[in-house]
């Protein structure tokens, strides 16, 4: 799981979980967020 900082940096929460597929979840809702 990753989360973001006060800063907006991403700060590992989780070991052993695939950057990438944490990054594109979180990112995902986000996404479609923006392009409502």
């Known amino acids: 799981m ?3 900082d006060g800063d ?3 700060v ?3 070991a052993g ?3 990438r597929a944490d990054l594109l979840a ?3 809702p986000l ?3 923006a392009r409502a």
């Open 2 to 4: 990753l989360l973001v």
């Open 8 to 10: 907006g940096r991403i």
């Open 12 to 14: 590992r929460r989780a």
């Open 17 to 19: 979980v695939p950057d």
């Open 26 to 28: 979180a990112l995902a």
């Open 31 to 33: 996404a479609a967020g």
